[in-house]
DNA sequence: TCGAAATCCGATGATTTCAGTCGGGATTAA
DNA sequence: TTAATCCCGACTGAAATCATCGGATTTCGA
């Protein structure tokens, strides 16, 4: 179980954008300076752009910019914009698939249970939590 | 992020071990009675036995068993033994790659965070727990 | 002793996903 | 008008995933 790129790159150019908000639209070519592949990053921005999670500015002197205050979007919002939304394992989720013998699946409550604590994990983390560093308050057990 | 077939089949198979516990070898031809493919699970229960989780017993009228008795099998020893390590980021995972500036980066303290987080929440669950479907009361925010 | 029932194991093949590239189009500030 | 910039669908190579195959080994039971 593993973070794709898209998640990660994802996040990472959010942040960049979250310590850039109010200085205006930052283009495409200033995020691909932390070290991401450009023309691979313009797909993500454009999910996040689609997703509702930052606007875009076009023509010269355009860019990306947060679509939201920093502490109105949290890591689950860009890693479901990025990956869809978390699944652990298709029974769970809406159309029963597969599964003949959903009913009395000692497995299905389980990844019910793990599925909604993750996504409340992620949604426990804002991004502007991230930036003042206020993590690891929250226990988990 | 999603879990493979792997980590999915590998749960299903001990929890079949594990309601099976005490009445002898079950041969992969029962187990795969669940509608696993019997080749593929044969993989599957050699990673289970490479990571000590399950005994076999060859031969005729052999079969798998559980090598600990359900209440000390989490999850999180399941999920490892079939998919390796949970690790959301690689900058996390003690060698320092990729990431030239760990120090200061913002998204490394979340990773940990979130990589333990996770791991502690499969940790708590056995096998027992899935049987007895005890599980929901623990509470995570 | 022999055969059937089982696990063990390395190699191979099919399919899907991932990560990244390419080329051209549309929009807008200067 | 031009240069900067975003938009977008198609494509490709590599890797991971999900198996399948064929044979070797071990052991029970008649």
Excluded: F
């Amino acid at each position: 179980m593993k973070l794709s790129t898209r998640g990660k790159y994802g996040l990472y150019a959010m942040v960049y954008l979250a310590q850039k908000a109010g200085d205006g639209p930052q283009s495409l070519k200033a995020i691909a300076e932390l070290g991401l592949p450009d023309q691979y990053l313009e797909q993500l921005l454009g999910s996040l752009r689609r997703a509702g999670l930052v606007n875009t500015v076009r023509g010269a002197q355009g860019g990306y910019q947060l679509a939201r205050p920093t502490d109105q979007i949290t890591i689950l919002h860009i890693i479901e914009a990025m990956e869809g939304p978390l699944n652990l394992s298709e029974c769970t989720c809406g159309e029963e698939v597969a599964c003949p013998r959903s009913e009395g699946c000692p497995s299905r409550g389980v990844w019910e249970y793990l599925t909604s604590s993750i996504n409340g994990l992620l949604d426990s983390i804002t991004l502007s939590d991230m930036l003042s560093r206020t993590i690891g308050e929250k226990d988990v057990t």
